[in-house]
């Protein structure tokens, strides 16, 4: 079985109380995202982690403050989560050569995850199983890139104390969502355990 980790918006400017658009907790989870990061890679699973990368006056700023402007340091994610020779991919067509990265920065400027025009390529090419979910925010990006992962027909899991939420109803409502859908809720023991 083969398995990817997606490691959503993991970002400065969401998981630190100085951040932009600060997800209220999230830097609670950051040892578990960089266990989940490390666990991975020595486990020879690929971990795409997904990031804003806004432009200065990104449309999305009308209802969101502005937050994850590419090249800001809040754009940045935490360090314990690169893993080495990570490799960047940008929302523009074209190739490039996934071999023995262990982590692929995967950029977007909309909240969904298969914005990126290269998403579906990637996924397509490495035809995976099972997609281990998690990061900011619940209800928000973690749920378009969860519901869009379980329409590949794979396995897809979220881990559920590794994540952090926003509006705790909509958290709910996605939840409730997320399972009749095919969805399942783990937890990081579990993960670790069974990867």
Request: proline fraction near 6%; aromatic fraction near 6%; charge should be negative.
């Amino acid at each position: 079985m083969r398995t990817i980790f997606f490691d959503i918006d993991t970002q400065l400017d969401f998981l630190y109380p100085a951040g932009a658009l600060y997800v209220p907790g999230a830097e609670l989870i950051e040892p578990t995202l960089v266990r989940l990061n490390h666990h991975a890679a020595a486990n020879g699973i690929l971990v795409i982690s997904t990031m804003d990368a806004h432009t200065e006056n990104d449309p999305e700023f009308k209802a969101w403050p502005a937050h994850c402007v590419a090249g800001t340091l809040g754009q940045r994610k935490p360090a314990g989560t690169l893993l080495p020779n990570a490799i960047v991919i940008s929302n523009n067509p074209g190739k490039q050569d996934l071999q023995g990265a262990p982590q692929i920065l995967l950029e977007k400027q909309t909240f969904s995850c298969f914005s990126n025009c290269r998403l579906q390529p990637i996924l397509d090419n490495l035809k995976a199983d099972r997609y281990v979910v998690y990061g900011v925010v619940t209800e928000i990006c973690v749920r378009l890139a969860a519901l869009g992962l379980l329409e590949t027909g794979a396995k897809v899991e979220l881990v559920t104390d590794a994540v952090k939420h926003l509006d705790q109803a909509k958290q709910q409502d996605f939840l409730k969502e997320f399972g009749p859908r095919g969805g399942q809720l783990t937890t990081i023991a579990s993960i670790v355990g069974h990867t």
